[in-house]
Structures are given as C-alpha cells and as structure tokens.
C-alpha cells in the first residue's frame, strides 16, 4: 500500500472510531510503543550487536593512549568535555551509566557546593540514528559506487553502508593502528570483508582513492587529532583531490564551520554547491534534530 493510500485508511479507522473511545485511541497512537518494531530492522540489530562487541573492547570514553593529540585537546578545551561516543552509547545508555556511578552529565563548578553545570560531550562517530538519516535520506542509491570515510575510526560509517546501501566499495581510511584492527576484527566476524577495506593510512597519502571516490565522508575528522596547520594541509589535499564531477561530500560539521580558523586557498564556491536536506523526514521517536542538522552534504562541480 503507497503512502497515500496508507494514510487515508489510517484516517478512515479513526473516523469510523465511536466517540467515546476516540480520546482513548488518540492517547493509545501518539503515546504506543506498538509500532516500534515496524520501524526497526534486523540491520539495526547488526549494528547494535557490533557496537556492543566494540564496547565490550574499549574503555568506556572509546578513546585510546594512542590518541594523544586528542586527549590533549579534549582536556584543554576551556569547559569540561568528554568523550562519548554516539555510535557506542545512545542516550538510554548515557543515562543507565550515570545511574550506575560511571559517567556524568554534570560536573562541580566550585568543589563542595551544589553549583554544577553540563559536561560538553563531544563524538567522533555518527550514532545509529545519524547513519540511517545518512544512509536512508541524504545519499541517492549507491549502486555501484564507491564510498571514502575519512578517518573511520569504530568503522560505523563502513558497517552501516554495507547494511543501509548497495555501495560496491567502502574504503576506511584510519592512521591510528589501534582502530583499524578493531574494525578489521568486526569485518571478518561479520562478514563484510567483500565490499569492506580498512586502510591504515594517513589520508593524505591516498590522492587515488580520493580522485576514484563517488562519496566522501568526513565527520569531525581534523579538528582534535591535528594542529590548525596539518588541518589547513589535509584539508588543500582533500580538496585538490576530491574533484570528480557529480561526486558527493559529506561533512560534520559544515565546510564553512571546519575551514574559517584556518588559513587555506580553498574556494569553496568554485569546488562544491551545498545540496539543501530535509531534516523533517525521519520519523523515529526522539529524533536529535540539532544532531542531524550538523550533517552538511555537498555536489562537486
């Protein structure tokens, strides 16, 4: 049954309902959970069984000691900040972990007092919700195309691409060896490894892969893991680079956001246009809006 048809039956069994029990109805169809199940997949459950092995592998902030840089930054950030990562720990989870005495949402702003303010969490990886809106509403069909995440960390754009589309190639680009192997143990236990390839590598050794690429994601990428002058030089290599007409870049946060506290050549208006989405299309409870909005998609030109 199309949409259309769908929702004027919808309506029509709501009409036919008596009075009396339309209030009741009503009540039942905006506060149900009943139609939970239409709305997720055995992929879903794929994915949630690999962030769960991938938890069940990390410390509870995700991060490695390898990852000096961005432990660094994240503890000179001039309010408190932590590291959580989406992928792993959705907000139900958050909040069971500050239940339980392990993480916090708040911290003391004068120790002894009952002054507190809110933790700024901040994550290198798209959450569930993030990657089918990725997947589902701001890509067209994959076909046959090949897909280039820029620092793919847990491998979660990797993971949710073979299973949300039909992309012939994923290729994870990642120089911290602690995730590849990570991502590479997931590959193979689930299978993936014949659309799947993990690439140990700094990105700015990889022009070919770029120039072949139809997609390229890049989600918090540069920012915590290099200074402002490696940024500007990884950032002119991506853009000298990723030049195949008609390709599509995927960025969080925007370009304009990422490129104005560094110095760079790039002209943006004569390398992509910005492609407008509609945020309003995911229909799933406890939708992050702000969220989904950070997630900007360009056309090469």
């Known amino acids: 049954m199309e949409l259309e048809a769908a929702r004027r039956a919808v309506l029509a069994a709501v009409r036919g309902t008596c009075a009396a029990d339309l209030p009741r109805l009503l009540h039942w169809m905006r506060n149900t959970n009943d139609f939970d199940e239409l709305v997720v997949s055995n992929n879903d459950v794929v994915l949630k069984n690999i962030a769960e092995d991938l938890r069940n592998r990390l410390p509870i902030e995700a991060m490695f000691n390898s990852e000096h840089q961005a432990v660094q930054k994240i503890h000179q950030h001039p309010l408190p900040m932590i590291h959580v990562d989406a992928f792993l720990y959705d907000d139900d989870f958050v909040d069971s972990l500050c239940e339980e005495g392990k993480m916090s ?27 089918k809106f990725l997947y589902q509403h701001v890509l067209p069909d994959l076909t046959g ?7 793919s960390r847990l491998g979660a754009v990797l993971f949710a691409g073979y299973l949300y589309s039909s992309a012939s190639q994923l290729y994870g680009v990642e120089m911290n060896a602690d995730f590849c192997q990570l991502q590479e143990m997931m590959v193979t236990k689930y299978q993936f490894i014949d659309r799947i390839k993990v690439v140990h590598a700094d990105i700015c050794t990889e022009a070919s892969l770029l120039q072949k690429a139809d997609v390229v994601v890049m989600n918090n990428v540069f920012e915590y893991f290099l200074d402002r002058q490696e940024q500007a030089r990884a950032w002119e290599f991506i853009a000298f ?6 390709s599509l870049l995927v960025t969080v946060p925007s370009l304009k956001e990422s490129l104005s506290k ?35 998609l360009y056309r090469i030109l």
């Open 105 to 131: 949402r708040s911290y003391c702003t004068e120790c002894g007092s009952y002054k507190t303010a809110s933790l700024e969490f901040i994550s290198h990886s798209f959450s569930l919700m993030e990657l």
């Open 145 to 151: 195309k090949v897909v280039v995440d820029v620092g």
């Open 241 to 246: 680079n990723v030049r195949k007409r008609g």
């Open 262 to 296: 560094l110095q760079t050549n790039i002209q943006l208006n004569q390398w992509v246009e910005e492609m407008q989405l509609n945020y309003d299309v995911y229909m799933e409870k406890d939708v992050d809006r702000e969220a989904l909005e950070q997630i900007h």
